[in-house]
């Protein structure tokens, strides 16, 4: 069993940054592979980044390519993502990851655990 808990969403000024970051309890953490998804009102679940268990490997949407930075620290148990240069269309609830069966998360990863999220607004 794992346990994902996010945090860090907020109000942002588009064109400012933020940091989510995702704690993970239960199995061994840095032996999988992490990903972040988000979900803005009235869309479909997207995938957003994904990271290897080493963090030797990452992977982005186009969409946030760029501006967006996927990392972790496996001494701490947390992934993080950077996020830069923030649009308003990039307003969406941000969820945390986690593909147990495989040690990089991509865009095809089944999902085994999930967060509950975190809010994160861009103004414009």
């Known amino acids: 069993q794992v346990q994902l808990v996010e945090s860090g969403g907020g109000l942002v000024q588009a064109g400012g940054s933020l940091r989510l970051s995702c704690a993970a309890s239960?199995?061994?953490?840095?032996?999988?592979?992490m990903g972040w998804f988000r979900q803005a009102p009235g869309q479909e679940r997207e995938f957003v980044a994904g990271?290897?268990?080493?963090?030797?490997?990452?992977l982005y949407a186009d969409s946030v390519k760029g501006r967006f930075t996927i990392s972790r620290d496996n001494a701490k148990n947390t992934v993080y993502l950077q996020m830069n240069s923030l649009k308003p269309e990039d307003t969406a609830v941000y969820y945390c990851?986690?593909?147990?069966?495989?040690?990089?998360?991509?865009?095809?990863?089944?999902?085994?655990?999930w967060g509950k999220g975190t809010l994160v607004t861009v103004s414009s």
């Open positions: 239960g199995r061994t953490f840095s032996r999988y592979g």
């Open positions: 990851a986690a593909d147990t069966d495989t040690t990089v998360f991509t865009p095809r990863s089944r999902v085994d655990y």
């Open positions: 990271i290897s268990w080493s963090g030797g490997t990452t």
